[in-house]
């Protein structure tokens, strides 16, 4: 059983002037992972277009692709909103991006692998059904929901119990937005407050309507939380959800720019709590043997996501590493308004997971 890699060239070719979502990003990652020996990188297989409206409304698709064209006639990046652009790679690199996370799935089902990361542009969390998902100002830099692709494929192959966990420090209004009514994926999303941060959704009152009641769950964190904060959150809430849950497939939108040096969010985490997750979800997939993917979604800083990936595949591969940040503490209304919302959490969930 092993943990592989996938990427593409054409992630390098999704790109607009002076814009942070950028190729550094896959690179920074890619030139990391190519160091260590024992990972195997794939190069994937194209998706078919017509599995993007498993989760997407066909105008929207239409729209994409019309865009794509766009692009490529005028010779340069077109603005689907005043955050998200589309070139004329966008769509191609969008199929490629989704087939890493079908292409992974399929040889987690035939037990050849057991988990992978998918090193994908762009990314996808933001997207919703109709593009823009639970009046969002923006789309945030994503084209189609990658994760909820994926977590739909399962659905397909007849899968329940999906876990998606969103560590990205936005929500992913999209992924919300798309499994809201049912409870075939659990999503769960860890993100900076909401009221102080794009996209202004996640917060704890929304858990999921009709079947899906309970099957979603916001931990929005206070600006500056520190990896005491993420600690709590994972075995306060997380881990006592998902030893009931017993989820048979686990999806990670993996973001990286939670990290306390990312320009554009504002908590206070380090390298540790990357190790958190990882370690945490490395020790379900032992007690449970089943199959975790992770997919690429945010994170702007190239060390942040040359360190982060690198744990990551030391982590699932059994290498060692090390980690040089110090874990951070937060002060104490930080972690008294953290408390409160945790008991926010489990009071909302009283009688269904608490
Ligand atoms: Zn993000």
Redesign the pocket.
């Given at each position: 059983m092993k943990f592989v890699a996938f990427y593409h060239e054409i992630f390098e070719k999704h790109k607009a002037e002076a814009h942070p979502e950028s190729p550094k990003r896959v690179k920074a990652i890619i030139s990391e992972l190519m160091k260590i020996e024992e990972l195997e990188i794939i190069k994937p297989k194209k998706a078919n277009k017509r599995i993007l409206e498993n989760v997407h409304a066909k105008e929207y698709i239409d729209k994409v692709f019309e865009l794509c064209k766009k692009a490529k006639e005028f010779g340069k990046e077109v603005y689907l909103d005043p955050d998200t652009y589309i070139n004329e790679f966008t769509c191609e690199a969008s199929l490629y991006a989704i087939g890493s996370i079908i292409q992974g799935i399929d040889l987690a089902l035939k037990k050849k692998i057991n988990s992978f990361f998918a090193i994908v542009r762009p990314?996808g969390?933001?997207a919703g059904i109709y593009g823009n998902a639970l009046n969002a100002p923006t789309q945030?830099?994503c084209i189609f929901d990658n994760v909820a692709i994926g977590a739909s494929y399962l659905i397909e192959k007849k899968f329940n119990r999906i876990l998606i966990l969103d560590i990205?420090?936005?929500h992913g209004n999209g992924t919300q937005e798309i499994f809201y009514k049912t409870n075939k994926v659990f999503y769960i999303s860890l993100?900076q407050d909401p009221s102080t941060i794009?996209p202004n959704t996640g917060f704890v009152n929304e858990i999921g309507e009709f079947e899906g009641k309970g099957y979603n769950l916001n931990i929005p964190l206070p600006i500056r939380s520190g990896d005491d904060v993420y600690r709590k959150a994972f075995e306060e809430i997380i881990n006592p959800i998902v030893e009931k849950y017993k989820p048979k497939f686990i999806l990670v939108s993996l973001?990286f720019?939670?990290h306390r040096s990312e320009f554009?969010?504002m908590l206070n985490l380090t390298i540790n709590s990357f190790e958190l997750v990882f370690k945490f979800l490395k020790n379900i997939q032992e007690e449970r043997k089943i199959p975790i993917g992770f997919v690429l979604?945010?994170?702007y800083n190239e060390n942040v996501l040359r360190e982060g990936s690198k744990i990551l595949a030391k982590i699932f591969l059994e290498r060692r590493y090390k980690i040089k940040e110090i874990p951070t503490k937060s002060e104490d209304f930080i972690l008294s308004q953290s408390k409160e919302t945790f008991d926010k959490i489990k009071s909302l969930l009283e009688g269904i997971w608490f």
């Open positions: 990314p969390h933001h945030g830099f990205d420090a936005h993100h794009y973001g720019d939670s554009l969010t979604e945010g994170g």
